[in-house]
């Protein structure tokens, strides 16, 4: 099988950005554009599904080299029947393709969610099957995006086990991530972030698998741990180096897989710190940042020095007006009030 | 077509192209922060299909609804207070160009998800069956029609004879996808007949073709005929988002949107209008443009006077 001297090169430890002697910087979008062309390139079981994945445009210009490469055999352009397209991709996975399915925002998955949920899901618990299938879908922010083309809906997959979601957040990962996903005999809810798209790092040119369930340990410090996902690392970054200047550190950890959440990583960091705060890309209700900080709780009481805090946005229902989106969106000095609170 | 009513045509389709256009002008300040889908091209379906609705009937429409909106009556100012993000926009800014509505005006609301808004015009049709009075446009393009959501919503107002007038929208593509690599089918008034729903294809850019045949089926839903079909073929000038022609984009053949610019719909009631009336017709064009632009200018002047619509 293609993938298994992959899985077996897998590096056991990951070092967060940068270097890893690697002497060649990627944006994001060409990280994702070349780990699927890796992938196909790697297995010809691989096929794409999409609305306009074979169009001027490619999916923000992540399948334009495939698409040259391949053809529409294995590209193949959809209509606009992203249900319908969920199920084949889960037949074509049960019948011996690796199929990804592309949606360009994030909500339009909604419209496919009995196909994901009543079906994907709950497969292998109820067959015993394999079901070796990706589903990317781009989260977008700003320009008015509002209510149905920004939402982030990492929290609403995650209480199913059958389902692994992951949220990239650098270029090194996306192409890591997307490999380990591809590889995987589970499926994998993709979920990149639109603004994350011209993001540089160094990224290895052959292939390299990103553990799936790992959340990474970003940088060290040992007074708060900071949890980011997808876009938010960045702000936890800025506010980090800020905090530096007030001698205020802190461990910052990419949760890089929604489900599962990489709760030892979590444990251990805030047995260090004893404090934690979660800055969730979507609405703090229910959010996967509600979760850790059951478990959190639950399993690391006697070192929390402070309650658990949660930042994200005030609802579910995202708005467009320019001063409405600017309100919406909780930023840096957010993240900053609220840990100097914390911390003091 | 009488007199008023072919003037009133004309100035509905005009009103529509100068919004576009003002939009057009406006976008690149970057103060209008919503992504725009324009109806350049397409007025005359929108113009066409209102002049025989009434004020107790609705539309449902999809992110392509400026014209749609407009053309039911939608207040200008609330129209780009909304699309500046203000204070006063019909969706006190936050839906933006994707989710404008008045339902005091008959405009249900928008929908951004392809296919969303058209189970909801089935059941407004059923409350209205039920309740009061009045039918339902609902508009979509032919990317809709890909979704299972809208067969299903067509067999259900079948099977409940709702009050529903579909009207499609065929432009030829959905985003850059043309109807070929989507449809396996050649003719969707075909599969609809089957349902016995009264199916009708038309030229979507002769606005006078559109008022008459829609007319006719709207009578016959008012008279309680169950939904009726229109396949109203069209073409969008601009890209599908945004204010350029994506010309550059290359998914449209070279000469394709120079060849629809000459079937312009505006251009077409012009020609025959200034033959019918001469010397009429131009002074009625003139001060109808003068008047929407007045309308149009002022509008935008309040919308980029007013405050900012805050939580
Ligand atoms: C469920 C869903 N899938 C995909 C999209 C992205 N999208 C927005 S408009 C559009 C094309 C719609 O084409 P059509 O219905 O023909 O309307 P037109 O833009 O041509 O007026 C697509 C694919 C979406 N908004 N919703
Ligand atoms: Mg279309």
Redesign the interface.
Known sequence: MPWTKLVADQRRNFEPVGGGGCDRVLTYGEAISEAMEQAMEIDPRVIILGEGVSQPGFIYNTTRSICKRYGTKRVIETPIAEAALTGVTLGASLAGLRPVLIHMRCDFLLVSMDQIINHIAHWKRVFGNDTPLVIRAVIARGWGSGAQHSQSFHSLFASFEGLEVLMPATPYDIKGLFLSAVASPKPVLFLEHRWLYGDRDYVPRGTYLVPLGKAVLREEGSDITLIGMSLTNRDIYMAREKLKSERIFADWIDLRSINPIDLDTIYSSVAKTGRLLIVENGPVCCGIGAEIASRVMENCWDFLKTPVQRIGWPSATVPAGPELERQFYPGVDQILTTIRKMVT | MDITTAFYLYSTMLKIRLVEEAIVNEYPLQEI???VHLYIGQEAIAAGIAINLQPHDFIVSNHRSHGHCLARGMDLEGFFKEL???QG?VTS???????IGDIERGIIGT??????GIPIGAGVALAQKMLSEGITVIYFGD??V????FWETLNFCKLNDLPVLFVMEDNHY????PTE???AYADIAHIVQGYEIPTLTLDGNNVFEVAKVSGNLINRIREGAGPCFMRCRTYRWKGHVGCSEDDD???RPAAELSIWKTRCPILWLEKYLTEQYPGKAEIEFFSRRDYWQREIDSAISKAKEAP????
């Open positions: 922060q919503t992504p500046y993000g203000k926009g800014g936050w839906g933006g160009s994707m989710h929908s951004a998800i392809v296919a969303g990317g809709a890909d979704e299972g959501i959905a985003s850059q996808t690599q989507r449809h984009m290359g998914y900012y619509a805050v939580d």
